[in-house]
């Protein structure tokens, strides 16, 4: 029992020694106690997000609408009817100008050739069903007599075709003049054609 005791005060002393601190109190270590790990200071560069705008590529899409439109040409002597596409609405004017600028690739190929001199310009208005084709001088007059029959031709078949277009007068500087009507006979000044008036030169293939 007595060396009991002596090692238990041995054991209270020494930890008496080793400097534990009393009645479990904290003890602050001054600055050059502490370690540098923990007095480093960590820096953090903030991050900035910009946002990026997207728009998906706008695509406009109009449709192009067309006419389907009887044009009349000349083959052998003869008025014979094509067809063409212009962009819709087809206007008189819109068709005339059409049938002056002359025949496409494939019309050509098809052995057909226009009585129209290049270079004619015209212009149409229509009234109560007639079509008032206004042009300047020389107009057709220097063209060959069958040439000027199968010319008036090729404007009044395409004309008449046209909806809401029933008779056709020729107009020359402002002033109203005699066409000839498919047998050769001329019109008096200022009378309308019709499409009938020519069914002498029309030819009958299709």
Do not use: H, K, W
Not at 38 to 49: H, N
Not at 155 to 183: K, M, W, Y
Not at 184 to 200: I, R, S
């Amino acid at each position: 029992m007595r060396f009991v005791r002596l090692v238990v005060l041995a054991s209270v002393t020494l930890l008496t020694g080793c400097g534990l601190p009393n009645e479990g109190r904290f003890t602050p270590l001054s600055s050059d106690q502490v370690p540098d790990a923990l007095t480093a200071t960590s820096t953090t560069t903030p991050t900035t997000s910009v946002p990026v705008e997207t728009e998906a590529p706008s695509t406009t899409v109009t449709d192009v609408l067309y006419d389907l439109v009887e044009f009349y040409f000349v083959s052998a002597n003869r008025v014979v009817r094509s067809e063409r596409l212009i962009v819709s609405p087809a206007t008189p004017t819109q068709v005339v100008e059409t049938l002056l600028r002359g025949l496409d690739s494939a019309a050509q190929t098809a052995g057909l050739r226009s009585a129209l001199p290049r270079g004619t310009n015209a212009t149409v208005e229509v009234r109560r069903g007639i079509a008032r084709v206004s042009a300047v001088a020389p107009f057709l007059s220097e063209l060959e007599p069958l040439d000027q029959r199968l010319a008036i031709a090729q404007l009044v078949l395409t004309l008449t075709r046209r909806p809401g277009i029933g008779q056709v007068i020729f107009v020359v500087d402002g002033v109203e003049i005699s066409v000839p009507r498919g047998g050769g006979d001329l019109t008096v000044a200022g009378a309308p054609v019709t499409y009938d008036d020519y069914l002498a030169v029309l030819s009958t293939r299709d």
